[in-house]
């Protein structure tokens, strides 16, 4: 595939994200798919990152796959701020250091390491069926995942932690963001950056909430979002449209037949990116 060119206005400068994008290989097909029908990929964390990355600003990338994220990202920051971005598996991190070497981005530190709750070896095992599907558990488990219950592929990793790798960074600033999309090892990762994460001190945590993955994983959702309360964080709906986030309250069940996100935040956090909420009334009806 030849390489594509994203024209894009990024905090009022005009960019360009350059793509080297393969439509024989899963998630990248539908990275493809998304910017052929006009559309950015999940536009809810797209529009997030749009909004609140700025200039000098640091993001963590976990579950960073072939980079989209972190490339768009590496852009809004600029060569003042930083990007850690983390993906485990060897094929999907030589195509993020291909990106990122094609974007010209200096200020991302491409780890390829699985982040969880400690640092030690763990099984991690590869998706034959989905690219972005590996996971600290056997996919083998859905049974929609047929390839991969014909070849199981897994290897021993050293994992490491977000408070472990932060500790190694003092150069590094307090992140604004933090992604997470890690097949169900969410919990885990939020686990290992208490003391990063602790009095709602990162702005934006947005995270993938994939119940099947976090059962696996010896979580749930009550436990993830328990556990970023006691952290001082509320959870949140992100919108596709990148309109004001949605409060879901604590004793609230989000319900969804899809995989979907959510974002870990503070109300006065956002007020100061949404600052105003512009209400619709349609006309009455007879």
């Known amino acids: 595939m030849p390489v594509i060119s994203l024209q894009l206005e990024l905090n009022g400068r005009p960019e360009v994200i350059k793509l080297d994008l393969d439509e024989n290989v899963g998630n990248q097909r539908v990275i493809l798919q998304n910017l052929s029908a006009g559309q950015v990929y999940e536009p809810d964390v797209s529009a997030l990152l749009l909004r609140t990355l700025r200039p000098g600003d640091t993001f963590v990338d976990i579950g960073a796959n072939i980079g989209f994220f972190s490339v768009l990202a590496g852009k809004l920051v600029g060569p003042d701020g930083h990007i850690a971005a983390f993906e485990a598996d060897a094929d999907n991190h030589r195509d993020l250091v291909r990106h990122?070497?094609?974007n010209d981005l200096a200020n991302v530190d491409a780890v390829c390491m699985p982040v969880a709750d400690t640092a030690e070896p763990r099984v991690f095992f590869t998706n034959a069926d989905d690219s972005g599907g590996h996971a600290l558990w056997d996919p083998?488990?859905?049974?929609?995942?047929?390839?991969?219950a014909e070849q199981?592929?897994?290897?021993?990793?050293?994992t490491t932690t977000l408070d472990t790798y932060f500790a190694a960074k003092p150069e590094?600033?307090?992140p604004k963001a933090i992604k997470i999309d890690i097949e169900g090892?969410?919990?885990l990762a939020l686990r290992g950056g208490r003391d990063l994460l602790a009095n709602g001190a990162v702005p934006f945590v947005i995270c993938e909430l994939h119940e099947f993955?976090?059962?696996r994983m010896g979580g749930s959702q009550a436990g993830l979002r328990g556990l970023m309360?006691?952290?001082?964080?509320?959870?949140?709906l992100p919108a596709m449209d990148?309109?004001?986030?949605?409060?879901?309250?604590a004793g609230t069940e989000i319900r969804s037949q899809f995989i979907i996100n959510l974002l870990l935040s503070r109300p006065e956090r956002l007020s100061a990116f949404w600052p105003t909420e512009d209400i619709a009334h349609g006309a009455p009806s007879a």
């Open 185 to 187: 090892a969410e919990e």
């Open 172 to 174: 590094m600033s307090r």
């Open 152 to 158: 199981q592929v897994s290897t021993l990793r050293e």
């Open 140 to 148: 083998a488990s859905l049974t929609s995942n047929v390839k991969s």
């Open 242 to 249: 990148g309109s004001l986030p949605k409060l879901i309250p």
């Open 213 to 215: 993955g976090l059962e």
């Open 100 to 102: 990122l070497e094609l």
């Open 229 to 236: 309360s006691e952290l001082g964080y509320e959870t949140f």
